[in-house]
């Protein structure tokens, strides 16, 4: 972590990077891969070659723990002030189980950075949801967009592996293997043994 | 006349009834046969008890048993995927379902399972010149038998059917695939990726091999033991582990 004891004032950034493989912003269009990337920064910064667009106080990103045990956890982000032409792109892209990837970036008043970006959080987008907000006086809306994320670790945990003895469980990895194929058949089958 | 004399003249008189060709004659021939073929239906009935009825064995594999991943060295229990009997009743091919077969250590190299031993009903078994049928017998003793001599054959694969290994006890072993053993497999009864072993069982009443192994255990031994070469295959398996892309594990 950056040592921000020599500093009298900081200010910091989280930065976000969701890779979308199946992008598109029509619902007859065709996928492309689209990485999002974006912070709670005041300017557009680049990390690894990569630019950051700068949304400020359109973005929330809840908090999150640090633990010296790696543990299940989740975080939302929340999107503001998407124009209603724009929710196009979300529904009809494929966000759900897109990577998530925030980093951390401290910096001096004047915009230096302190240290390396540190990494906050690293997961998949779970689940997402559109919220309007409706303003009656324009008469325009605009609309938030809530992504709830869980991290590698929760991932894992609700993840069910391995292959069980019966030619379904089988053949879901291998399709043309019949060698469980008997076994519902078999149960409590009787063989006469040694019968003349 | 002595009593010999007179034991001898009736037997004489009795045995001329009976050729006689009167009612009284023809009855007690007919008594006599009667007797005659109760005695011999009471004999037969005798010997017929003495024929061996066989064992029922009843068979009951799960089905949603999931295959273990066996990291080091443990003794495991087979699970029965599959039973064949021949058709005069005296072989009875069992297939026994062990684990999975494991990925690459770190260093890229395979992975590799091998047999240590085999245990039925709590008995070590030790194998002839063939490196699958069974010589003899051991107890948790040390004491040693005979009694499944030429009984029980056992043929161990690593990895599928066409996967035979050799116990490391043993200098030889079967080469064939298993889809060549088992009589009712055919070359699509691959067993992708599982370790598992085929026993065959001879039934002999006299050598008291009746019945299949009701406790068959296994003692194996994976290659792949240190803590980081497992980590990494249980992370990155997509068939039993987490599925984590490998550009997404950091191992320097």
Partial sequence: MANLDTYTAVKTGLFVRIQIDEYRTTSGGAYSEQVLRFSTYDDTKVINTESYVPLGRLLNITSSTSEIRPTGDSITVTLSGIPTDAIAEIVYSKIKGAPIEIHRGYFQINGTQIGDYEGKFFGSINNYSIQEEYDVESRTASNLIILECNNIVNTLEQKISGRKTNPQSQKTFYSTDTSMDRVPALKNSKFDFGAP | ?252
């Fill in chain 2, 1 to 252: 006349m002595s009593f010999i004399d007179k034991i001898g003249s009736f037997a004489s008189s009795a045995f001329n009834f009976l050729k006689g060709d009167g009612i009284a004659n023809n009855l007690a021939r007919t008594a006599l046969i009667g007797l005659a073929l109760n005695k011999l239906q009471k004999s037969t009935n005798k010997d017929n008890e003495t024929v061996d009825p066989g064992t029922e064995v009843t068979i009951d594999p799960d089905t949603q048993y999931s295959v273990p991943v066996l990291y080091g060295s443990a003794f495991i229990d087979g699970k029965i995927t599959d039973a064949k009997m021949d058709a005069n009743n005296t072989t009875l091919w069992v297939c026994y379902t062990l684990c999975e077969k494991t990925g690459n250590l770190i260093d890229g190299s395979a992975s590799a399972i091998s047999f240590n031993e085999i245990y039925i009903d709590n008995f070590r078994l030790s194998l002839n010149d063939t490196g699958y049928t069974v010589d003899s017998i051991f107890d948790d003793d040390g004491n040693s038998g005979t009694v499944w001599a030429n009984l029980i054959e056992v043929y161990p694969f690593s990895g599928g059917s066409t996967s035979p290994v050799s116990f490391t006890t043993e200098a030889a072993g079967n080469t064939a695939n298993a889809y060549d053993l088992m009589p009712h497999w055919t070359s699509t009864d691959t067993m992708n990726d599982l370790v598992f072993c085929i026993v065959k069982y001879k039934y002999n009443k006299k050598q008291k091999l009746t019945t299949i192994g009701q406790n068959v255990k296994f003692k194996l031994t994976n290659t792949m033991s240190q803590p980081g070469d497992v980590l990494n295959d249980y992370l990155q398996n997509t068939r039993y582990g987490a599925g984590v892309p490998a550009a997404e594990i950091d191992l320097v």
